[in-house]
């Protein structure tokens, strides 16, 4: 029997993603306090139609915006870590991505009376101890590499990477990767940012990226008699009254086709379900 998974996920970063870069204007705060009345329309929907999911909330939105995160936990969805801070992983040293870590456990303990079971770093950047502390406080999973689009895999550590030699890959871990992607994440696509780095234009037709999205769901029922697809929205993103409405139509579809809407814990019980032995990209 197919199954078909799909995992609807939400960066709950609110103002902390703009701290972190040092964007402390009034008007960038402002985007991210957007995340309020967003967080609260999303919650209906999904109450609406009757789907779990996954919230990934840096310690300092928990903190800051103690309510908002508050009706997340008590309809039910799973609250994952998504750092404290929303500083990039590889921007820490070893000892202060730990402190990252333990400070966000203590957060999201503080608001569910549970340690959180997976992970998602801030814009998706792990480093070379990354995996090692997510082994050693605790987490199942992580959901921050990219190397399926529909099958979880094992994690690995230790690879050597050198310019002008073959990869010399590092062994599996028991962490689960729930892999993720940039073409099934609304910010790219949708939000105008200004950094030095240049300008993300965003605005894109909200009708042409859902339809981006729903075809990634048909391509793996196409292709896959099994499969696990995960969605990236931001509150403060997809909120927006034009993107709700394209939000509901992908549910909508979704649900016409067939897809199984699951939190990302349930999904990594399933992959163990299905491959009782973990699944290896090492050297393939």
Not at 83 to 106: K, Y
Request: charged residues 20%; hydrophobic residues 40%; proline residues 6%.
């Amino acid at each position: 029997m197919a199954e078909h998974f799909v995992c609807l996920t939400f960066d709950h970063d609110n103002v902390s993603g703009s701290i972190a870069r040092g964007n402390v204007t009034p008007t960038a705060i402002s985007r991210g306090d957007f995340g309020i009345p967003a967080a609260a329309r999303i919650l209906r929907t999904l109450n609406q139609f009757d789907i779990p999911t996954t919230w990934f909330i840096p310690g300092h939105t928990i903190e800051s915006y103690p309510s908002c995160v508050a009706a997340v936990n008590a309809n039910g969805h799973e609250i994952s870590h998504h750092g404290w801070t929303h500083r990039v992983p590889n921007t820490l040293s070893p000892e202060e991505e730990e402190e990252e870590l333990v400070r966000g456990i203590a957060a999201i303990e503080g608001l569910t009376g549970k340690r959180p079971r997976g992970y998602r770093s801030p814009a998706w950047d792990l480093t070379d101890v990354s995996v090692d502390l997510l082994l050693k406080h605790g987490f199942v999973y992580d959901t921050s590499m990219m190397g399926h689009d529909y099958i979880p895999y094992q994690a690995r550590k230790g690879d050597v990477i050198t310019l002008k030699e073959p990869m010399q890959f590092g062994p599996d871990t028991a962490l689960v990767e729930m892999p993720i992607s940039w073409a099934l994440d609304d910010f790219p696509h949708f939000e105008y940012t200004r950094s030095p780095a240049g300008i993300l234009p965003g605005g894109m037709n909200a009708r042409l990226v859902i339809e981006n999205f729903i075809n990634e769901f048909r391509y793996m029922k196409k292709t896959q008699d099994w499969g696990v697809l995960t969605y990236t929205f931001h509150p403060h993103v997809i909120g927006r009254g034009h993107r709700m409405f394209m939000f509901e139509h992908l549910i909508e579809v979704l649900k016409r086709e067939g897809a199984m809407f699951v939190t990302m814990e349930t999904a990594v019980g399933e992959y163990r379900k299905k491959f009782p032995h973990g699944v290896s990209l090492r050297g393939r």
